[in-house]
Each structure stands twice: as structure tokens, then as C-alpha cells.
């Protein structure tokens, strides 16, 4: 998982984790975000009169990883090295890929995802902007005021027929940030930006599983439901023949009510297949973004379960580690906490203001007031340090520094139990995997078995030297053993979609486009000034050479320091 320090990963974040130490890159990779321009020379002082960072820097938690998967010995299983760009197309399925490519562009879910990574964005944008003078406020006033002729009692004698007065100033304060709390607030929201984009392609890879099954199970139904109407026309001859035999006196009554008996059940098979397949077909409308409409040009095509391959690459876990975007997600979630540290742990440190003011004020009785106001002699200013120290509350601040702690220490426990789970996943998903492929073959052999059976019953039936029951009986059997084959296909097909799930595949495929689509973004646009946080539509801008960007797109942001 760990690359040479600095060293973009193949997702466009930081690959670095678990580094306590690194040159970090100050503000130009960040700029496009502050102010689209090179660092302004105020700024690069603040960053220079910085001192230290109080606070731990972030140390990743070990990763409990095992060596090899449990069925790496197996001769379908593959060890090589995989990225599963775009795994859905080892079906060879048109449709599928069609519908992918739909619902990547199209899925809410998806899009507000995306959202949230704009959102994360304009956030670190926003603790960027404490290294500039915290107050910048200009100030103008002016009035006017006629005294009372009457009311002598606040300063009897004294009258003016009228009273202005204008005011016009700038004031500024500016904390120094000795103690790096607005650095570790950086620090925070850049791991927290990089976190949103890892929760963006964490859902992006469920939508391409949810996809795939989905439309896996659609087709699996489909072909449920024609092996049940193939058994309604071969039960259907079965009842003619028993009907025909009744009324020649070769057979009783009996055999046609039993005749009748299994074909309503099988034919009650049906309806109830078909609102399944309904469920499936919402499902999927609701996964491509789309109102409740016909789905059927869509679906259109061979109605057959997609064929998995053979062999499947799992590469090793430790590949796991480095892909999967909710591992990726719970590290930087653990690193933005880890900074919040050190921006409570500063509060225990006296904090350092250069604060100034600068303007020019001017009131009386004359008439030209505004050539008052621009005279030189009307100016003000002042200026000068100032500090603040909570020595009071230290037991207070202690506290919420242990909050903090205990808060980045659940998440690095969280972090731990995520990479388990998602070896569980795995393990679980080649496992369904491999065991479907076998019961797919035993249930061939049974279909086979039932098919003859089914014909040596009818033709023994027909010549009298078998009762109706062994008809029965076998029609039952073929109609099971073929609805439990396309059962078994249906699913070692999706437990193979769900295996590319857990290893993390699939959210490669967003490159270097935006979080949302063109319609969301002209949205934003036309209602917001989102600058170059969220650029217009067009073709996706190349990265600056030497500057790192998470997303390799749009605003570049500086390297998380861990």
C-alpha cells in the first residue's frame, strides 16, 4: 500500500499513509481554490511566521492483512495483480454495458455523492482562508442630527441648527499561527476532502455491483419464466393424453385431475415470477435515475443469463488494502481527525494578534463636510501585537484534547475492522463463487437426468405400461430441476459481480471527470458563483505538471502532510 513518499497512487490521491514525515507542499497547489492566482506575498509571511505544529502527526494503524486467500490454491483463482477497471465486461453483455454506462452518468445517489465532494471542497477552501487576516472588515458611516431648540437639560446653552459626522476605515486582525492550528485545520479538511472522494468512488463501485446483479436478476427471471411456460405446454400435452385416455377407458379420472392438479401449479408459477421481475425492472429504474417507464428497449436483446468466466483474478489481499475505496475512506477519515488533535491541543498555547485600523473621520456644522473627510488631517490609525492565554481553562481544553484523541482512536479501530470485513467480503464472494460454479454443473446433470426421465414416462404412459403418478411425477421433477438451474446460473453470475465489488473495481472509470454530471453542474453554476471549484462543462482540464491534485482534475490541492 505504501509508495514512495509523495508518489501520486493510481486513484489520484496520496499513496503515503502511515508516513509520519514529509516535506509538504505549502499553498501553490492549493490556489486554484483560494484565489485562481499565485500565492499572494501576505499569505507566504503568514506561512513563514509560523512556527511549530503541536499535535501528533498522523500514523496509519496496521492493517491486518493475510498473506493469501483461503482458495488461492484453487485452479479457477488467479493471483495476478487486477485494477478491474471495468470487470463487468468479462460477461460480454451489450446490454450491461449499456446500462452501466447509463447509470454512472445518470444515478442520484451517485451525483449527490458527488455533491458532497464539491462540498469538501469549498470546506477546505474555507480553512485555507484562516491563514489570511482573520477580520478584514471596512467600515463607513455617516449621520446627521438636529439638536432639540427646547431641551436645554443635556448641555444647556449649547446649540447647533445641525450635526454630521462620516467615518470611513479599515480593520484588521491577523492571529499568527505559531502553534499550527490553522495549519492542522488545513491538514483536516485536505484529508477530508480526499475522504469525500473516496466515499464517492465507494458508491460509485456499489452502483456498478448493484448494476450488474440487478440486471443479472432480471435476466434470470426472464428465463424462470420461460422454462415455466415450456412446462405449461409439455404438462398441457400431458393432460390431453390423460383426457384422451379417459375417454377411451383406458385410464381413470384421476389422472386428469392430477394432470390439472400440476399444470394450475405450474402455471401459478408465473404471476408470481413476473412480479419479481417487475421488483427488478423498479429496481432498475431507480439505479439508472429514471421515473417508473418501460424498461423493455433498454433491456431489449437475448434474454439469457450472462456467463461468467472460468477463472477470476484476486489478486492478493494486500491489493485489497490499496483499492478498495472504503478502506481508502476510513484511513483519511482517521487522518483528519488525527489533525483535529493538534488544533485543540494549540488552544492550550496564548495566541498571538497583529491588529491594526486605518481611516479617516471628520463631523461639525460646516457645509462642505466631505472635503473634511478626505483631508489629511482627518486621519486615524492604529496598530500593534496583542496576546490571549486560557490559563483557566487548561483542565477544559486537557479534555477536549482527549475527546479528540479518543474520537481518532475509534476511528483507527474502525479502520481495522473495515479491512477485515472487506477480506470477509471477499473471502465470502469467491467462495459463492466457486460452490455456484459446482452446483451449476450437478444441476445440468440433474436437468439431463429429468429431461429423459420426463420422455420415458411419457412414452411408457402412453403405451399403459406406466401409471399417470410416474408422469406426474416426473414433469414435477424436470420443471424444479430446470427452475433451479437457471436459479444456480443466476446467482454464481451476480456472486461474481458482488466478488468485484468487494475487491474494490470499477471507480477507475471516472478519470479525470467531474463528481457531477453536465445538467447538476450547470445547476450549481447558474445558481451559485462557483468559480474554479466547480468548472463549467467541456472537456475535463489537464493537471498542472508538479502540482498534486486527488482528483487530477479542476483545483489542485496540497498533499495531506501525513
Known amino acids: 500500500m505504501l509508495q514512495r513518499r509523495g508518489q501520486r497512487s493510481r486513484d489520484g490521491g496520496w499513496a503515503s499513509f502511515g508516513s509520519t514525515k514529509q516535506a509538504r507542499p505549502l499553498a501553490r497547489p492549493i490556489r486554484d481554490i483560494v484565489t485562481g492566482s499565485a500565492i499572494p506575498p501576505l499569505l507566504a509571511l503568514a506561512l513563514t511566521l509560523g512556527g511549530c505544529e503541536v499535535g501528533p502527526d498522523f500514523k496509519s494503524a496496521d492493517a491486518p492483512v493475510s498473506d493469501k486467500w483461503l482458495e488461492a490454491n484453487n485452479p479457477s483463482v488467479k493471483t495476478d495483480r487486477q485494477e478491474y477497471e471495468q470487470w463487468w465486461t468479462v460477461y460480454n453483455d451489450p446490454t450491461l454495458n ?8 445518470q444515478n442520484l445517489s451517485l451525483q449527490a455523492a458527488g455533491a458532497r465532494v464539491l462540498e469538501a471542497r469549498a470546506i477546505l477552501g474555507i480553512s485555507i482562508g484562516q491563514f489570511y487576516p482573520q477580520v478584514q472588515q471596512v467600515n463607513v458611516s455617516a449621520a446627521y442630527a438636529q439638536a432639540s431648540k427646547t431641551d436645554t437639560s443635556s448641555n444647556p446653552g449649547s446649540f447647533l441648527d445641525n450635526y454630521w459626522k462620516a467615518t470611513m476605515g479599515l480593520q484588521v486582525a491577523w492571529e499568527i499561527d505559531l502553534w499550527g492550528k490553522f495549519r492542522r485545520s488545513t491538514e483536516s479538511a485536505s484529508a477530508s476532502y480526499l475522504a469525500s472522494i473516496a466515499t464517492y468512488d465507494d458508491a460509485l463501485v456499489t452502483l456498478l455491483s448493484d448494476v450488474a446483479t440487478t440486471y443479472i436478476g432480471i435476466r434470470t427471471l426472464q428465463t424462470q419464466i420461460e422454462i415455466a411456460k415450456e412446462n405449461v405446454v409439455k404438462q398441457q400435452r400431458a393432460l390431453i393424453i390423460a383426457r384422451d385416455r379417459y375417454r377411451g377407458g383406458v385410464a381413470t379420472e384421476l389422472d386428469v385431475y392430477q394432470a390439472e392438479n400440476v399444470l394450475g401449479q405450474t402455471q401459478s408459477t408465473i404471476p408470481q415470477l413476473t412480479a419479481q421481475l417487475q421488483k427488478g425492472e423498479d429496481a432498475l429504474r431507480v439505479l439508472l435515475g429514471m421515473p417508473p417507464q418501460s424498461v423493455d428497449a433498454l433491456i431489449a436483446g437475448p434474454q439469457t443469463i450472462p456467463v461468467p468466466p472460468q477463472d477470476v483474478a484476486v489478486g492478493i489481499p494486500a491489493d485489497l488494502v490499496r483499492r478498495r475505496p472504503d478502506i481508502r475512506s476510513a484511513e483519511l477519515k482517521a487522518a483528519a481527525q488525527s489533525a483535529k488533535i493538534g488544533m485543540t491541543k494549540a488552544q492550550l498555547f496564548p495566541a498571538f494578534t497583529l491588529s491594526g485600523v486605518f ?55 474502525e479502520y481495522q475492522d473495515t479491512v477485515l470485513k472487506a477480506q470477509k467480503e471477499v473471502e465470502d464472494g469467491l467462495s459463492g463463487f466457486l460452490q455456484g460454479r459446482q452446483q451449476v454443473e450437478l444441476l445440468k ?80 453554476r447558474n445558481r451559485t458563483d462557483w468559480g474554479s471549484v466547480l468548472p463549467p462543462a467541456g472537456p475535463p482540464p489537464q493537471p498542472e505538471p508538479g502540482l498534486p491534485g486527488p482528483d487530477n482534475v479542476g483545483p489542485n490541492v496540497q498533499a495531506p502532510k501525513w
Open 98 to 105: 449499456q446500462l452501466i454506462d447509463k447509470a454512472y452518468r
Open 359 to 413: 481611516g479617516t473621520t471628520a463631523g461639525g456644522s460646516t457645509e462642505n463636510p466631505l472635503d473634511q473627510v478626505f483631508s489629511s488631517r482627518s486621519i486615524f490609525f492604529a496598530f500593534g501585537p496583542s496576546f490571549s492565554w486560557p490559563v483557566l481553562n487548561y483542565g477544559q481544553i486537557t479534555n477536549k484534547v482527549r475527546v479528540q484523541d479518543a474520537r481518532l482512536q475509534a476511528l483507527l479501530l
Open 445 to 524: 446433470g440433474s436437468v439431463s437426468a429429468a429431461t429423459k426421465a420426463m420422455n420415458i414416462a411419457m412414452d411408457q404412459y402412453t403405451l399403459g405400461t406406466r401409471d399417470f403418478t410416474t408422469v406426474l411425477t416426473a414433469a414435477q421433477n424436470l420443471y424444479q430441476a430446470q427452475s433451479n438451474l437457471a436459479s444456480a446460473s443466476g446467482n454464481v453470475s451476480a456472486s461474481l459481480a458482488t466478488l468485484y465489488r468487494s475487491l474494490g473495481g470499477g471507480w477507475q472509470i471516472r478519470g479525470n471527470s467531474e463528481f457531477v454530471n453536465d445538467k447538476v453542474r450547470a445547476e450549481m
